[in-house]
C-alpha cells in the first residue's frame, strides 16, 4: 500500500534546460516599469526555472518586489514558494493570498509543503492545509509536530509498504493498482502486523521471478531505522559515513512513519556546511533573511565583542614604548599579528568542518587540539625560520631575525591551539560550536601576537 495520496512534482523540460542561466535584472526591472511590455515580461519570468524566479524576486527592492509579484501573478505558484527565504515567501502570500496557490499546492510533494508551512505563522499554515485532502493534511500536520531539526521534519512520508505473507504477484498486483506511487519508485518495505519495517525489496528483483514465490524470499533485511525524533545533522552523517542510500524512520514503538532518501540526506549536509561557513564569521544561518536592523544589531554583538577584545592592543604596546624606539620593530609587527589571526581562523574552519561531517567526536577533542597545536608549531617554526632569516639579511640584524622568528612560532602555536580548543570548549557548555569563534579567535591572535613579539624583542634586543 501507498502512504499516502502524494502529488506529483511537475518538471517542465524547458525550465530544467534552461535552469542554472543568468537573468538580466536590468532588463526586468525595465520590463516591469513599462506597461505595455507586461506579455514580454511574463513570457520571459515563464521560461525560468523557479528557483532563478526565486533568485530574482529576492534580489529586488521590497517595493519592486511587490510590482512584480502583481504584474506577473500568473507565474506565481506554489512550486516558487518552495524556493523563496520566508521573507520573500510571505511577501508574496500578503500581496496574492493563500487561495492564489489554490491549484498548484496539490500538485507539489508533502515534504515541499512542510517547507512552506514550516515558518508561516498558525492562521496563514491552517489556511494553505485547509486546502488538501484531508488524509494529507494530517500527515503534513504529523510531521510538524516534531522538533525542527529532528527526522520527522525531513523525512518523505511517500513510500510503499507490502505485508510480509504477501506472495509476487500479490505485492506486483498491489502496486499495478496504486495510483500514488512515489516518483521513481524502485522499491518497498515489507512490514510486519504491526507496521514495522523489517526489511527492503527492490522492484526490480521481482519482476521476472516466479509470482507464487513468497516476497520475503527476495528481501533484504539489513536494514537500519532511524527514530523520528533524532537530530538531522546527527543521522545524515550516520547514513553517509555508512553509504545507506535509503532508511524507513520510526515512531519510538518502531512503527513506520516515513522514510529517508539519499537525495533528503545530501540536502542536509550541504545546508549543514552553509552554516558552518557563515558561523566561522558570527553570523546566524538565518541572517541573510532578517530584516535589515534585525540582521545588523545580530551583527554588531559579536563585532562589540571583538571591539572590545581590541581594545586591550594600546594597552598591551603601551607597555613597551622602550621597545618601539626601535623603529624596526613597529614595521613588524602587524607582521606578527596578522599570521597570527590568519592561522586561527584557518583552524577553526578545520574544527568545524568536523564537527559538520561527525568526524570530531568527545573521545577525540584531545587528540584535534594537539594535532592542530603541533601542525601550527611546525608551520610556525617554517615560516618563522624563513621571514627571520630574509629579516636579518635586510636589516643586517641577526638578533632582530631571531626575535621574529620566535614570535612567528609561538604566535602560530599559540593560534592554532586557541582555534582548535575554542570551538571545542563551546560545544562542551552547549554553545553553538562555531558562532563567533572566528572573531574572538582572531581578536586573540592579534592581540597576544604583539605581546608576544614586543615581549621577546625587549628580552633579547640590546
Given at each position: 500500500m501507498s502512504n499516502t495520496n502524494t502529488g506529483k512534482e511537475r518538471q517542465d523540460p524547458k525550465k530544467l534546460q534552461s535552469a542554472g542561466a543568468t537573468y538580466d535584472i536590468e532588463k526586468i526591472q525595465m520590463l516591469l516599469g513599462d506597461k505595455t511590455q507586461t506579455q514580454q515580461l511574463l513570457d520571459t519570468l515563464n521560461d525560468m526555472h523557479e528557483a532563478d524566479l526565486a533568485e530574482l524576486i529576492e534580489d529586488l527592492r521590497s517595493t519592486t518586489r511587490e510590482r512584480l509579484i502583481t504584474r506577473a501573478r500568473s507565474v506565481i505558484t506554489a512550486d516558487l514558494l518552495v524556493y523563496l527565504n520566508d521573507k520573500c515567501k510571505k511577501q508574496v502570500l500578503a500581496v496574492l493570498g493563500v487561495k492564489h496557490i489554490e491549484s498548484t499546492i496539490k500538485l507539489l510533494s508533502n515534504e515541499d509543503i512542510l517547507v512552506i508551512v514550516e515558518t508561516l505563522n498558525e492562521n496563514t499554515r491552517n489556511e494553505i492545509l485547509s486546502l488538501l485532502p484531508k488524509k494529507r493534511e494530517k500527515l503534513i500536520r504529523l510531521s510538524l509536530t516534531y522538533p525542527r531539526d529532528s527526522i520527522g521534519r525531513r523525512m518523505s512520508t511517500d513510500f510503499v509498504t507490502i505485508g510480509k505473507d504477501s506472495t509476487v504477484y500479490q505485492a506486483i498486483e498491489a502496486i499495478s493498482k496504486n495510483k500514488d506511487l512515489p516518483e521513481n519508485f524502485s522499491e518497498f518495505f515489507v512490514v510486519d502486523e504491526e507496521n514495522r519495517p523489517i526489511g527492503l525489496v527492490a522492484l526490480k528483483d521481482i519482476l521476472n521471478e516466479k509470482v507464487s514465490e513468497k516476497i520475503l524470499s527476495y528481501?533484504?533485511?539489513?536494514?537500519?531505522?532511524?527514530?523520528?525524533?533524532?537530530?538531522?545533522?546527527?543521522?545524515?552523517?550516520?547514513?553517509?559515513?555508512?553509504?545507506?542510500?535509503?532508511?524507513?524512520?520510526?515512531?519510538?514503538?518502531?512503527?513506520?512513519?516515513?522514510?529517508?532518501?539519499?537525495?533528503?540526506?545530501?540536502?542536509?549536509?550541504?545546508?549543514?556546511?552553509?552554516?558552518?561557513?557563515?558561523?566561522?564569521?558570527?553570523?546566524?544561518?538565518?541572517?541573510?533573511?532578517?530584516?535589515?536592523?534585525?540582521?545588523?544589531?545580530?551583527?554588531?554583538?559579536?563585532?562589540?565583542?571583538?571591539?572590545?577584545?581590541?581594545?586591550?592592543?594600546?594597552?598591551?604596546?603601551?607597555?613597551?614604548?622602550?621597545?618601539?624606539?626601535?623603529?624596526?620593530?613597529?614595521?613588524?609587527?602587524?607582521?606578527?599579528?596578522?599570521?597570527?589571526?590568519?592561522?586561527?581562523?584557518?583552524?577553526?574552519?578545520?574544527?568545524?568542518?568536523?564537527?559538520?561531517?561527525?568526524?570530531?567526536?568527545?573521545?577525540?577533542?584531545?587528540?584535534?587540539?594537539?594535532?592542530?597545536?603541533?601542525?601550527?608549531?611546525?608551520?610556525?617554526?617554517?615560516?618563522?625560520?624563513?621571514?627571520?632569516?630574509?629579516?636579518?639579511?635586510?636589516?643586517?640584524?641577526?638578533?632582530?631575525?631571531?626575535?621574529?622568528?620566535?614570535?612567528?612560532?609561538?604566535?602560530?602555536?599559540?593560534?592554532?591551539?586557541?582555534?582548535?580548543?575554542?570551538?571545542?570548549?563551546?560545544?562542551?557548555?552547549?554553545?553553538?560550536?562555531?558562532?563567533?569563534?572566528?572573531?574572538?579567535?582572531?581578536?586573540?591572535?592579534?592581540?597576544?601576537?604583539?605581546?608576544?613579539?614586543?615581549?621577546?624583542?625587549?628580552?633579547?634586543?640590546?
Open positions: 528481501m533484504d533485511s539489513d536494514i537500519t531505522t532511524v527514530e523520528v525524533s533524532r537530530d538531522t545533522d546527527e543521522v545524515a552523517t550516520m547514513l553517509s559515513k555508512y553509504k545507506i542510500v535509503c532508511a524507513p524512520v520510526v515512531e519510538s514503538d518502531g512503527t513506520l512513519v516515513g522514510i529517508l532518501r539519499s537525495d533528503d540526506i545530501l540536502d542536509i549536509i550541504s545546508e549543514g556546511a552553509s552554516e558552518g561557513i557563515l558561523d566561522v564569521g558570527g553570523i546566524p544561518s538565518n541572517s541573510l533573511e532578517r530584516a535589515f536592523w534585525s540582521g545588523c544589531f545580530v551583527r554588531l554583538r559579536w563585532i562589540f565583542i571583538t571591539v572590545v577584545n581590541a581594545a586591550f592592543t594600546p594597552l598591551v604596546i603601551g607597555c613597551f614604548k622602550d621597545v618601539l624606539k626601535n623603529t624596526n620593530i613597529p614595521v613588524l609587527m602587524p607582521l606578527v599579528a596578522s599570521i597570527g589571526g590568519v592561522v586561527g581562523i584557518q583552524t577553526v574552519s578545520v574544527v568545524i568542518k568536523e564537527f559538520a561531517d561527525g568526524s570530531l567526536r568527545e573521545k577525540n577533542f584531545l587528540h584535534t587540539i594537539f594535532r592542530e597545536t603541533l601542525t601550527g608549531l611546525i608551520n610556525g617554526c617554517v615560516i618563522g625560520g624563513s621571514l627571520g632569516t630574509i629579516v636579518t639579511f635586510y636589516y643586517g640584524d641577526a638578533m632582530l631575525g631571531v626575535v621574529l622568528a620566535m614570535s612567528m612560532a609561538f604566535c602560530m602555536t599559540w593560534a592554532a591551539f586557541i582555534g582548535s580548543s575554542l570551538p571545542i570548549l563551546a560545544s562542551k557548555f552547549c554553545i553553538d560550536s562555531a558562532l563567533s569563534s572566528g572573531p574572538i579567535v582572531t581578536t586573540i591572535a592579534d592581540v597576544s601576537g604583539f605581546a608576544i613579539f614586543l615581549s621577546l624583542a625587549r628580552l633579547i634586543l640590546p
